[in-house]
Every structure is written in C-alpha cells, then in structure tokens.
Nanobody, 126 residues
Framework: QVRLVESGGGLVQAGGSLRLSCAAS????????MGWFRQAPGKEREFVAR????????YYADSVKGRFTISRDNAKNTLFLQMNSLKPEDTAVYYC???????????????????WGQGTQVTVSS
C-alpha cells in the first residue's frame, strides 16, 4: 500500500532551521511529482513547494521562496524540505503529497495530488 511518512517537525525559535523528510513506499517514487503543503489552525491547507519527478523543476509559494528548499533523493524514495529563517507564521502541520499525473493544470491545488502523508507539526516561537 502507498505510504507517505513525514518526520522532522518540532519546536524551533524564530530565525532557526528545520529539515523535514517524507519517506515514500508502495509507489514508483521516481515517476511521481511531489509536493509539500501546510495547514495552520483555522486555515485551509496551502501549497508550500513542489518538485517534479526528476528534481529538475521546482515551485515555491511566495511566502517561503528564498527560505525553503525542496529536494528529493529518488534512490532512497525520500522527499525533503529544508526550512531556514523560520517565522512564527510558518507554524502549521506540514504534509507531503504525491502526484502521479503526467501533468497538472494547477500545481498549487490539493486536488491534483493523489496521496498524502499524516503530517508533522512545525511550531516556530517568537
């Protein structure tokens, strides 16, 4: 069965760094586009970053561009999100997601992703 398991979340002070991981199993990871989303209390789940199957194309939300870096290791079936210069507004549950389509009309939409992890909590204190 397909399983996506996030890890690496925790409590960090503003300005600090954190690296999230997403271990994938049960799917051909190297042909899936992968994304990170986050959801804060009382908010809709929002797009954070996306990386295509090869790692050659990335997309970032304006709110994290320049601070976060998405990457993947296809040999290890693992997705990463390096988060630097963290802000209190980054506090949320972070989810990884997998898109098996050959293309998408909107990489920012949750609707184009087929599989989701359980999420990992990131809390940034001021």
């Amino acid at each position: 069965q397909v399983r996506l398991v996030e890890s690496g979340g925790g409590l960090v002070q503003a300005g600090g760094s954190l690296r999230l991981s997403c271990a994938a199993s049960g799917l051909p990871f190297s042909v899936y586009h992968m994304g990170w989303f986050r959801q804060a209390p009382g908010k809709e789940r929002e797009f954070v970053a996306r990386i295509n199957w090869s790692g050659g194309r990335t997309y970032y939300a304006d709110s994290v561009k320049g601070r976060f870096t998405i990457s993947r290791d296809n040999a290890k079936n693992t997705l990463f999100l390096q988060m630097n210069s963290l802000k209190p507004e980054d506090t949320a549950v972070y989810y990884c997601a997998a898109d098996r389509s050959t293309g998408s009309s909107d990489v920012y939409s949750t609707r184009v992703y087929d599989y989701w992890g359980q999420g990992t909590q990131v809390t940034v204190s001021s």
